[in-house]
DNA sequence: GTATGTGCAAAACCTTTGCAGGTTA
DNA sequence: TAACCTGCAAAGGTTTTGCACATAC
């Protein structure tokens, strides 16, 4: 049974695509579940290969498709943490992230305030994104 | 004529190789030429397209290869501000980054200093990014 | 001379695209 | 019903790799 709390959260985002006049349609719902139930920020490879378990029809496309939208919506945040392959955030809350490159853990840094500037330098700040690198304190004790 | 300032970076950079034990090589030398003379955070193909008009027989694997060590030793960094392709600073005092989502013009922010933490939240950081997304101030006025 | 690096081409990998068929409102 | 979206497969773009040859020290 599910967190009541997460299906508020859920529902929330649901209504927010509706507002936008987004059309709810299978894989857009079941992906924004999934991102909600699993916090950690998934690459969009790792989203297709759990979905599909469930969903044998979903396709790559959709799953791209989808997190371009989300993302461009404001949906979901993109990181660029790694040079590889994107990763998507579901907690839309200005927060920084950190990288363990050793383990490839990536955690939630609330700790540490994102710099809030509308402006620099004569430039207009729509976004920001903080990533530290480094061991984390997994990798540190071993 | 080169100017004597930059003359003097190069030396530094290179001293730097040298005592790293990294062999210095036609390609590892130009490459670091050509970022001190375009200090515009190139990308691999940008720098491969660039000299090898000068220097035919040099590779792309040189390039990425180049990019790669001279990331991993700190004499440049490595930016992930975009999501396609990697560019390359060789500033490598900390600073942050501004993109310009309507032009793509990438500027050095030094106006807002980079959270100096060595621990967070019990993980030791090695390295910082901050990125901020915009509209820059050329695209703001017209 | 020997360890190390380069150049070439192909491969690997992530992401996007075109289009016919299907679904939502 | 009409607009919009999905799934499929192929293509596109960046980065990596394997290996024979070349180069720095």
Do not use: W
């Not at 959709?62 to 919506?73: P, Q």
């Not at 939630?108 to 530290?132: A, C, M, N, W």
């Amino acid at each position: 049974m599910r967190d009541r709390k997460l299906e508020k959260q859920l529902e929330e985002k649901r209504a927010l695509l509706r507002e936008k006049g987004v059309v709810l349609t299978t894989p857009r719902l079941i992906i924004l579940e999934y991102l909600f139930e699993n916090p950690i920020h998934p690459t969009a490879e790792e989203i297709y290969n759990s979905l599909k378990r469930r969903f044998p029809s979903i396709s790559q496309a959709s799953i791209y498709n989808t997190l371009k939208l989300f993302t461009k919506l404001g949906v979901v945040t993109e990181l660029m943490i790694e040079k590889e392959k994107a990763r998507y955030d579901i907690n839309t809350t200005p927060h920084a992230h950190f990288k363990c490159i050793k383990c490839g853990r990536i955690y939630d840094v609330f700790e540490v305030p994102l710099p809030q500037r509308e402006e620099i330098s004569g430039h207009k700040v729509l976004t920001t994104q903080l990533y530290f690198y480094g061991i984390c304190q997994k990798c540190v004790q071993s």
